[in-house]
């Protein structure tokens, strides 16, 4: 199917596979790091860095999507734009969407304050370790 030179063609990535690639892309709405910017076909070409928030994008047949995304980086080079994020959630409720959001990213948060809670502690007991080696070696 070819593409129509008034519509961006939108690809989403995450760290470990495509998680959308779509064409026939009216417009865009995102959350950078400088407030919440629209992205329309012929905008010049950008990149922008995201913060966490709704990412919504309008297909030709007005049909509006969101997506729940992590921070990320968007850029846009002609027709197309690509979005990297390393988490994101999609759906069509924006209050079911946001409740996803907040569950699945807050356990995540969780799951990583413990991991650097743990990484924290065996960079203390190694550097530990490093000194009673050194202390024994000068005595």
Same mark, same amino acid.
């Not at 959350?31 to 329309?40: A, H, R």
């Not at 919504?56 to 846009?76: P, Q, R, S």
């Not at 409740?99 to 809670?117: C, K, P, W």
């Given at each position: 199917?070819?593409?129509?030179? $008034?519509?961006?063609?939108? !690809? /989403?990535?995450?760290?470990? +596979?495509?998680?959308? $690639?779509?064409?026939? &892309? =009216? +417009? %865009? /709405?995102?959350?950078?790091?400088?407030?919440?910017?629209?992205?329309?076909?012929? +905008? *010049?070409?950008?990149?922008? !860095?995201?913060?966490?928030?709704?990412?919504?994008?309008?297909?030709?047949?007005?049909?509006?999507? @969101? *997506?729940?995304?992590?921070?990320?980086? @968007? &850029? !846009?080079?002609?027709?197309? /734009?690509?979005? #990297? #994020?390393?988490?994101? &959630?999609?759906?069509?409720?924006?209050?079911? *969407?946001?409740?996803? &959001?907040?569950?699945? @990213?807050?356990? *995540?948060? $969780?799951?990583?304050?413990?991991?650097?809670?743990?990484?924290?502690?065996? $960079? /203390?007991? @190694?550097?530990?370790?490093?000194? !009673? %080696?050194? =202390?024994?070696? #000068?005595?």
């Amino acid at each position: 199917m070819e593409q129509h030179s $008034e519509y961006m063609k939108l !690809k /989403v990535l995450l760290p470990y +596979r495509v998680f959308l $690639e779509t064409e026939n &892309v =009216k +417009r %865009m /709405v995102a959350e950078t790091t400088n407030g919440s910017y629209g992205f329309l076909p012929h +905008r *010049l070409d950008c990149s922008a !860095k995201l913060r966490p928030g709704i990412f919504m994008y309008e297909t030709m047949d007005g049909e509006e999507h @969101f *997506l729940a995304m992590d921070e990320g980086i @968007f &850029v !846009k080079t002609g027709m197309e /734009v690509t979005v #990297s #994020s390393r988490r994101v &959630v999609g759906g069509t409720d924006l209050g079911k *969407l946001h409740e996803t &959001v907040e569950q699945e @990213f807050m356990e *995540l948060d $969780e799951n990583e304050r413990s991991i650097r809670a743990v990484m924290a502690k065996l $960079e /203390v007991d @190694f550097i530990q370790s490093m000194e !009673k %080696m050194r =202390k024994g070696q #000068s005595s």
